[in-house]
């Protein structure tokens, strides 16, 4: 059975930083995108960063540009959100996803929340003094 788990989440100060880490079990993150995204309160989910299946591309919303460092780990399984600089509108609910790439289209990740069809169970992040 397919399974994302993300941790690492928590309570952070401004200017604090977290990673997050996401999970697989069940299947191979060798063959997928990996995508991060968030959700606010009474706000619409919305893509934070993704990284190729190859791993060569990485993409990042405009918000976290420079702040935000996403990486995969496919020897454990695993993809990380490395989040530094942290602001109060960054809390949210954060998850990971998936999605099955060819291997003509490993290269490429788009921050498309309809791209993605398997989603973990998300981790709070609060950015708060």
């Known amino acids: 059975q397919l399974q994302l788990v993300e941790s690492g989440g928590g309570l952070v100060q401004p200017g604090g930083s977290l990673r997050l880490s996401c999970a697989a079990s069940g299947f191979s993150l060798d063959y997928y995108a990996i995508g991060w995204f968030r959700q606010a309160p009474g706000k619409e989910r919305e893509g934070v960063s993704c990284?190729?299946?190859?791993?060569?591309?990485?993409n990042y919303a405009d918000s976290v540009k420079g702040r935000f460092t996403i990486s995969r780990d496919n020897a454990k399984n695993t993809v990380s959100l490395q989040m530094n600089n942290l602001k109060p509108e960054d809390t949210a609910v954060y998850y990971c996803?998936?999605?099955?790439?060819?291997?003509?289209?490993?290269?490429?990740?788009?921050?498309?929340?309809?791209?993605?069809?398997?989603w973990g169970q998300g981790t709070q992040v609060t950015v708060s003094s």
């Open positions: 990284i190729s299946r190859s791993g060569s591309t990485t």
């Open positions: 996803a998936v999605k099955p790439v060819s291997p003509l289209l490993r290269s490429v990740c788009y921050i498309r929340r309809e791209d993605f069809g398997s």
